[in-house]
């Protein structure tokens, strides 16, 4: 199998889609003749015409309303916004379109859009190109929401998501588009080797959307993440020796309850991770759920480890950023509860 990084694994599988589906469209800023800002569409409008990778306004509520109203007529559109920073014009058009348009119509139409969005930090964007929104879409009935952590589920979940016949938001971290860390995951982007983390199969395969993956099993504590928490969960619990069962979440909406319930029933610790601000993050809701299912096998109180509740700072990022300092300091304390 050919290795490559997210950015390759997430432009073949559009490419795959677009050469069996004449109906599946790329477009979004600059993603035609430039390839995109990260190269993810680099090629596709070459190899497949001006009319399926192309270019649009500076204008995320246009293209959000484009991509609906192809897929109402036939369509499979995946829409591209640069940055999900600069998603919020088009908040409405999500939820109160793409999202609610099967039920409104009592399942004469349905939107089976794709809205891939660059999130979260590690390349010194500063305010406005690292945030994590992903909460905000979790809360919207009728929407799916995606984050992969490494290239094999950037594929297999984004032809997925192309497939669907509901929206999904599909949300790419920009700190693993080039591989993995080199060595500390608290370092920028400009660290990396740029390595591949993982073989990727060539051609069509998929992913099950609302299925979590082990990334590895422990007993003393279970660590819930997605996106390169992911990772940085990894890296601290192997330095600190720490039996933990680490959880990729992969999908925030539907999620994966059954293997979360499993996991904390049998280590009675938990400890959630997320880039995103703290209050009302996704990482509440993921506590909440603990705590309903699993309250009577919990042997500490539930850590949560985040970005903290102010705007995401340029010259300060690495002290916004949850790295392993603090992810460290929280499994300490849930093992000494």
């Known amino acids: 199998m050919p290795e ?28 035609g003749y430039f390839g995109g800002v990260f190269r993810c569409t680099a090629g596709l409008q070459e190899k497949h015409g001006l009319h399926r990778c192309f270019d649009t306004p500076i204008s995320e509520g246009g293209i959000v309303g484009i991509a609906i109203g192809m897929a109402a007529n036939g369509l499979r559109p995946v829409a591209e916004i640069q940055f999900a920073d600069y998603i919020y014009p088009a908040y409405d058009q999500i939820a109160s379109e793409a999202a609610r348009v099967r039920y409104r119509s009592n399942g004469d139409f349905t939107s089976p859009i794709t809205i891939r969005t660059p999130v979260g930090g590690g390349i010194y964007g500063g305010t406005t190109h690292s945030q994590s929104p992903e909460a905000l879409f979790t809360h919207i009935s009728g929407l799916k929401t995606i984050i992969p952590s490494n290239p094999y589920d950037a594929k297999g979940l984004l032809i997925a998501a192309i497939e669907d016949n509901d929206p999904v938001l599909f949300l790419e971290p920009k700190r693993l588009y080039n591989g993995p860390f080199d060595g500390d995951p608290h370092k920028p982007a400009t660290s990396w080797k740029g390595h591949p983390l993982g073989e990727v199969p060539k051609g069509h395969y998929t992913v099950e959307i609302g299925e979590a993956r082990k990334l590895r099993s422990g007993t003393d504590v279970t660590i819930l993440a997605y996106g390169t928490m992911v990772w940085v969960a990894d890296a601290v619990a192997k330095d600190l020796g720490m039996s933990a069962d680490i959880i990729d979440l992969r999908s925030l909406l539907p999620y994966d309850l059954d293997m979360i319930k499993a996991s904390v029933e049998m280590t009675g610790r938990c400890v959630i991770l997320h880039e995103a601000t703290r209050t009302s993050g996704f990482g509440a809701e993921l506590s909440a759920l603990v705590q309903e299912h699993c309250f009577y096998s919990l042997e500490a109180p539930i850590q949560r480890v985040t970005g903290w509740d102010t705007p995401y700072p340029h010259a300060q990022e690495w002290a916004y950023f949850p790295g392993p300092k603090r992810v460290g300091q929280a499994l300490r304390k849930v093992m000494e509860g």
Request: avoid cysteine.
């Open 4 to 31: 490559m990084n997210m950015i390759e694994a997430i432009r073949d599988a559009l490419d795959v889609k677009m050469s069996q589906d004449p109906d599946v469209l790329v477009f979004g800023e600059d993603v």
